[in-house]
């Protein structure tokens, strides 16, 4: 049995799922941790385990000042649980997995490697608000969590299906092609859930799934999905563009600009 935590770092709050999974078989979650309020204190903590609520909002503000305390005192809070027994050193985890939003052109999950961590710091200002906060996490893993490994999963990936017609800027393409401008679409990982859960609902393949699909929060977006696979996104090169949303204006037309 292996222990593996997914970990979701935003601009405002970090949490952390604890599953263990067997060989071949689907991973079980057994408690889910979050501490949120950290750019609008006080930061709070909640934790569930096996269903149950443990905490419901206690506040850690003291404790935790950034997304690197708030990880360490999640952490903190599996291990010293005693009911929660999967987990009673840091050496019983075996895999990290972050959510990282702009994975650029990878199609799939990737194993952290010096590289790939490059690759992912060169992508940060078209995701500031999530990619750098995302990689000081996997820094504190690296550190806290040294025989650990950590796997990257992207929002980005699941749109890489798109086709070249509807991803494509119409821009000089040799500019487009050297600076990697094209849309990539977000909210990913949320739409590959969406469209397995619609097939479960439905009895049907994923491959045979056409629908439209929407991700609405503080950030939103919409998804056209054909034959299972994402088709097109509102959002672009960046989460900025499309759907308007709390700290993202959408797309606007550039006319109104002097005026507004």
């Not at 057994?30 to 006080?42: N, R």
């Not at 990619?131 to 992207?154: E, Y």
Request: charge should be negative; proline fraction near 5%.
């Amino acid at each position: 049995m292996k222990v593996i935590l997914a970990i979701n770092a935003g601009s405002s709050s970090v949490k952390i799922s604890v599953y263990t999974a067997d060989k071949n078989a689907e991973p079980h979650q057994i408690a889910e941790a979050s501490i949120g309020g950290l750019t609008a204190p006080p930061a709070t903590l909640a934790y569930t385990r096996r269903g149950e609520k443990v905490v419901k909002a206690k506040e850690v503000a003291e404790s935790v000042k950034n997304q690197e305390d708030a990880f360490d005192l999640l952490l903190k809070t599996f291990i010293d649980d005693s009911e929660l027994n999967e987990i009673s050193s840091k050496e019983d985890i075996a895999i990290a997995s972050h959510r990282i939003v702009h994975g650029g052109d990878y199609d799939r999950s990737q194993v952290i490697t010096q590289d790939a961590y490059h690759h992912l710091e060169e992508l940060s200002d078209l995701a500031p608000l999530h990619n750098g906060v995302a990689l000081s996490i996997v820094d504190t893993c690296i550190s806290a969590l040294p025989r650990t490994i950590n796997v990257a999963c992207f929002d980005s990936q699941f749109h890489t299906t798109i086709p070249p017609h509807i991803y494509t800027y119409p821009i000089d393409p040799k500019i487009a092609k050297s600076n990697r401008l094209r849309k990539y679409g977000f909210h990913g990982i949320s739409y590959a859930f969406i469209t397995r859960a619609v097939a479960q609902y439905l009895e049907k393949d994923v491959d045979s799934l056409n629908m439209i699909a929407l991700h609405l929060g503080s950030g939103a977006s919409a998804c056209a999905i054909k034959g299972g696979k994402s088709w097109d996104t509102s959002m672009g090169l960046t989460p900025l563009a499309g759907l308007p949303g709390a700290t993202r204006s959408g797309s606007v037309d550039p006319s109104p600009g002097p005026k507004a």
